[in-house]
Structure formats: structure tokens, C-alpha cells
């Protein structure tokens, strides 16, 4: 099993990176069964490399000297930047020479790179990206959350199958329960896109239970939750600024009377173990699926355990051959 | 000054309704300057009245023997019950014989009914519903959060016109700083729709900031937030949902160990302040913005202290004449 990593991407590369890949190889890859393929300037990967003790047969340098900047145009750099970490590392997923690739770099330029050079499952339309997000009763799969900001009604049941097969084979739930972000419970509520969108659901053969009203979608009801990359976004990014205003609100309550302050100082380790339930590093980072290989985008900020559970799902995922399921459900449905 | 209530709308109606109905005159209306029309069935509404003290001179039922009811088709509701109280109100607007009306009933009925009833602001395509929300730093008025789920750019610039208007006059917000929901903070990011309304904000005449990303709407930093009302209604019902969440998983967190839990104990009061500080009722509902007079939608659920804020709004609306107000300001600018 071989995983391709951007070693250069994201605010903490290469050291953050390859510390999380050192991580990953130590805690899963004993038998030597897995091998990490690191992309970028060798010289400054190696020094990093020098820090950490590891099985040296499992790490190899592929020299990419060139890196793509966050506010390059996404379409222009992938064609100027042919020696990118990031151009390097999806063209060995599509020769495969790697299953998995792993990037925390500019997302325009991946996810464009990505459709271009390692191209789409039979049947899937546009490949679209997923995010695990916590809820009330543990957490479910986000689909679209950042690819397609305008999109078809067909793309929401492709959506729909992809992020099914992710969520049983990788997520491990048996019957994945698929709901449209909608704002009624009705099939006729909505607009011109979900109300399209609504009979392709019931018929793709995927377990589809419905509207997923934006008020119930954070208490639990849904494992798979699909919507376009606008909404998506509006739905990840206004959760996280929402919590973080909502904590700020708390200190400040807590914090302006004595007997409150005191509740505060004992309650201290529930606060932080309910920050650590709702941190997105404990996930990894975001697929990008309905490719032909699975790449996965981490956190700009992704710190060594981001990218140790990014690679964790790489490892899953290339194990459960879970491209091969995503192609065999399109085949079997005849497409959307 | 006159407002028309519907004393049959709501999950609490009759009883809540006039209960707000009298606790408003009794804070507000001493000199007996202002005066409230209760549509709806006169039995029911007097048997409500009997049980309060208060200034008989400013109450006058309006017999209204139909009511629409929740699961009822909009459209076909307002053309079949035109002796309902939500029909008979708003013809009261239509009238000039009162300047605002307040219901807690069917939003889809009231809404339609008001658009073709009432009428729209000349240069206002569609009027918007708008929500003010809880931040970080205070609130910001969402528009629009209920009414047009699939709209046009010169839409959103509509309401970036008339939410500032509201946002000055009745927030009392000097020079209300206006921004669109959107993915990314440069103006060329986001979907088809808010890339073509970003040029029309910017030209409108409105103090136009930029995007507002979905990340930092509940940190602050905007006073009116422009979108659809898909979007809006996700951003208004997941911060709903997502807040129920949290706090279900604080208390549990708090309740699991047991210093915290002592803990939880010391920090009540804190808890409850917060939670008054994000209860929809302070507010007291969403004004439906555009028509030729002020049609305040109050929560299903609306107690009496949510009808005496939806009053006490209709009040500062009318005194600050904000309707003139809106039509000057398309005036002034030729529409949009």
C-alpha cells in the first residue's frame, strides 16, 4: 500500500507534515505494509526526516522542486507548475504508483489538478468534497462541502451514492441514512434545485429518508447530507464560527460573576474535552471522491496528528478498495 | 397610531396573543396615543379580554369568523378564506386603517396574502423576511431569511436598500454596514448569484462592506446580511439546531463527572443569562420588509412577551414613518 503526501503543503509544512507521517508510520504501518511517498524539496524534507526514527525502507523522497502558493489561480498554476509538489503527487496517483494522495495545500489548485489529471469514476459527473462533522449524537457526512458551488440536481444523487459508499466502507455504517439539506420537511418545500433534486434521490438507490431540515441536522438523524458547495460551505464554516462565538459567549458569562468563575474553573475539563469532540483535527481533513484514486485535502492548518488521521483514512480506504464499491454502485444504477 | 393584530394565529392564540396584546398598551400606550384592531372571532377574543385591566378605548375587535390553518395551501388559503383574520387584517392595511399587523399564523398565507394585498414599495421586486440574530458583538439583521428561496442578483441589492433602512430606523444603527453570505472573501469567489449581485451592492447606494463569510457572520462585523432565503433559512435554523446541540453536549460533558458537575451547579445563573441573550422571543419576529405597510410573521410559538416585542417593533416602524423612508430610498437611487 502506497500513499502519495504534499510535503510542502499547508502553514506548518514540511515539519508539521512530516511528523504527522512519521506518526502514522510508527502507530500503523509496523509490519512495514505501508509505504509514504513525500513530494517536495528533498534537501529540506530529509533535514526534517533527520528529527524522527522510523523504518527508512517505508519513507521515499520524490523531488518536487517547485510549490504552488495559496493565492495562485488554481488553473494556471497546475499548467505553469508541472514540477509542483502538488502536479507531482496526482500524477503518480494516476499512474498508479500511489492509491491515496494527501495535500494541505492550495484546495483551488488540488481539487482542479485532481479532475484533470487523475480523472472521474464512470458515471460520477463532478467529484465533490466531503466533511465529517460532529452532531449531537456523534457526526455525519457533509456532501458537497466545498467543490461545486452551483450545481445540477443530478450531481446531489451522485453526491448522494459517492458519499454513501464513504460512509459505509470507510465510516463503517452499515445502512447510511441520506438526507437533502432542505428548508421543510416536504418534498414539494424548497428550491428549484432540491425540488429537482428530490425524485433522483428516491430513485438512485441509496437509502434516502428525505429533507434534511437545517435545524434537525446538528441533533443527529442523518449519516449522509447532501447539498451544492455553497450551501455546503455556508453550513461547515457558519458551524464553526457559531461554536467559536459561542464559547467566547460562555467565558464571558462565566466569567463576570464570582460563583459562576468558580463553576467555570471546576467545570474546566468538561469544557475541554467537548472542544476536543468538536475539533476538526481529529478527523484528518476533507476526501475529495468520485476520482479514480482518493485524494484527501487537509486543513491549511493542519497540525502532525491532522495529517496522522488523514493518512489513517487513506489507509482504510485503499484497503476496502472503496474506489472499485463507488465505480460498482454507478455500474449496477446505470448512472443518475 | 393603529396596528391590526391576528388574534387567531399561533400555537397560543387566542389566550398569548392578547395577553401581549395588553402588556404592550399597558407599557407602551399609557397615553392612550396608540390603539390595536384584534381580528379574529369576537367570543373568543372578548372571553380573552375579560380577564385583563386595561384601557378599553384602545382595543377594538374585528370579527373574523375564518382561520387559516398551518397545513393549508398558501395561495389557495388567502382566495378561499377571505373572512379569515389574517385576509381581513391585512385589508385593514390595505385601507390605511391601521399602519402594521402582527401574525403568528401561517407564514406561507400571510406572506402571499400580504404581497398581493398590501403591495410592494415601488422598486422593490420582492419583499424579504428578516430575522435579527444573535453575535459575538450584539446582532445582525439576516434578509432574507424566509421568503424568496430562489432569487436574482438586483434581489439582494433590493435587500441591502431596504434592510439598511430598517437597520438605521428601527435598530437605530447609524451607517449600517451591509454584507453579502459567501464562500470566500474576494468578489469574484462564490456562486453564479452572489458574483452577479456583488457589483449591484457595491453601486446601490448602501454602506456595502464585501463578503461575509459564513465563518465570521456570528463573530460581528455586519449589521445587515444580504442572501436568498435558502440560505438564509439554513443560517437561521442551523444556528438553532447547532445551539440545542452544544448545549445538550455541555450538559452532558457537565454532568458526567463530578466536579464538573458542581461545576454546572455554581454556573446556572451564568447559563441562563446567555440563554435569554439568545432567545428568538426578545426579538419577537421577523418583519417582512417592501410592502406599502409594516407585516410583522411572530413565531408559531410566540408567548406573550414575543407579541409585545413584535408590537413594540410595529411601534418604532410606524413612528419613524420607515416605509416613506424605503420608498425615498429607491427613489433617490432609481432602483436597482
Given amino acids: 500500500m502506497i500513499i502519495a503526501v504534499d510535503a510542502m503543503g499547508g502553514d506548518n509544512a514540511p515539519?508539521?507534515?512530516?511528523?504527522?507521517?512519521?506518526?502514522?508510520?510508527?502507530?500503523?504501518?509496523?509490519?512495514?505494509?505501508i509505504r509514504l511517498k513525500l513530494f517536495g524539496q528533498t534537501e529540506k524534507i530529509q533535514s526534517e526526516l533527520n528529527k524522527h526514527t522510523f523504518d527508512k525502507n517505508c519513507i521515499e523522497i520524490c523531488e518536487a522542486p517547485e510549490i504552488i502558493e495559496m493565492a495562485e489561480h488554481p488553473t494556471e498554476a497546475i499548467k505553469r507548475k508541472k514540477n509542483s509538489s502538488i502536479v507531482l503527487g496526482l500524477n503518480s496517483l494516476k499512474?498508479?504508483?500511489?492509491?491515496?494522495?494527501?495535500?494541505?495545500?492550495?484546495?483551488?489548485?488540488?481539487?482542479?489538478?485532481?479532475?484533470?489529471?487523475?480523472?472521474?469514476?464512470?458515471g460520477v459527473e463532478r467529484p465533490a468534497l466531503g466533511t465529517l462533522l460532529p452532531c449531537k449524537t456523534g457526526s455525519f457526512f457533509l456532501i458537497d462541502s466545498g467543490a461545486n458551488v452551483d450545481a445540477k440536481p443530478q450531481y446531489l444523487a451522485q453526491f448522494a451514492k459517492i458519499g454513501s459508499v464513504y460512509s459505509k466502507e470507510v465510516l463503517g455504517i452499515e445502512n447510511p441514512r441520506v438526507g437533502i439539506v432542505n428548508i421543510g420537511a416536504e418534498s414539494?418545500?424548497?428550491?428549484v434545485l432540491t425540488k429537482e433534486a428530490f425524485p433522483l434521490l428516491e430513485s438512485c438507490g441509496v437509502n434516502f429518508v428525505g429533507s434534511a431540515e437545517a435545524r434537525d441536522i446538528p441533533l443527529g438523524g442523518f449519516d449522509v447530507v447532501v447539498c451544492d458547495a455553497f450551501v455546503g460551505n455556508i453550513i461547515l464554516k457558519y458551524s464553526e464560527g457559531f461554536s467559536k462565538a459561542l464559547f467566547s459567549l460562555i467565558k464571558h458569562e462565566l466569567t463576570s460573576a464570582f460563583l459562576p468563575s468558580?463553576?467555570?474553573?471546576?467545570?474546566?475539563?468538561?469544557?475541554?474535552?467537548?472542544?476536543?469532540?468538536?475539533?476538526?483535527?481529529?478527523?484528518?481533513?476533507?476526501?475529495?471522491?468520485?476520482?479514480?484514486?482518493?485524494?484527501?485535502?487537509?486543513?491549511g492548518s493542519s497540525d502532525a496528528k491532522a495529517i496522522k488521521n488523514a493518512l489513517r483514512q487513506c489507509n482504510i480506504f485503499i484497503e476496502k478498495n472503496v474506489t472499485a464499491k463507488m465505480a460498482e454502485s454507478f455500474a449496477a444504477n446505470g448512472g443518475v
Fill in 262 to 299: 468558580v463553576g467555570a474553573l471546576l467545570s474546566k475539563s468538561a469544557f475541554k474535552s467537548l472542544k476536543k469532540k468538536l475539533d476538526p483535527s481529529e478527523v484528518g481533513g476533507a476526501p475529495f471522491l468520485g476520482l479514480k484514486a482518493l485524494v484527501v485535502k487537509a486543513h
Fill in 95 to 122: 499512474r498508479g504508483d500511489a492509491g491515496a494522495f494527501v495535500s494541505a495545500g492550495s484546495t483551488g489548485a488540488l481539487l482542479t489538478g485532481a479532475t484533470v489529471i487523475v480523472g472521474r469514476i464512470k
Fill in 15 to 33: 515539519a508539521e507534515v512530516i511528523r504527522g507521517c512519521v506518526q502514522f508510520l510508527n502507530e500503523f504501518g509496523k509490519s512495514g505494509n
Fill in 188 to 191: 414539494e418545500k424548497g428550491n
